[in-house]
């Protein structure tokens, strides 16, 4: 993300120094000069701020599909786990159960 991020700064800031390079050395007035120029700040401080809500969108979509897949990874284990245990309580109940009705020199060692 940072080497995108590096290169849109880098498109932008090129793209400002590039229309003011233009603009100085194109023949027009110093009035004249300026206004262009601040149109074009005006549109790159634009399509930037477009740029951003676009990144921000996606960063924002990208977690929530990550959040949405964590839960449901998360509830898929949590049911497995659920039914790890009851699995071992009944393992373990129709062991004991079994003990239970046997005198103690009917249980077996171990």
Known sequence: MSN???????????GLLGTAMALL?????????RDRLMESAED??????????EVVRKVRDATDDLSQRSRTTLDESAAKLR?????????????TRGKRGMGPEQRPEG
Request: avoid cysteine.
């Open 25 to 33: 050395y194109a023949p027009r007035s110093g009035e004249e000069t």
């Open 83 to 95: 039914d790890v245990i009851d699995r071992g309580r009944e393992a373990f109940d129709e062991r």
């Open 4 to 14: 995108r991020t590096d290169f849109v700064a880098g498109f932008i800031l090129g």
């Open 44 to 53: 790159l401080r634009e399509r930037a701020r477009e740029r951003a809500d």
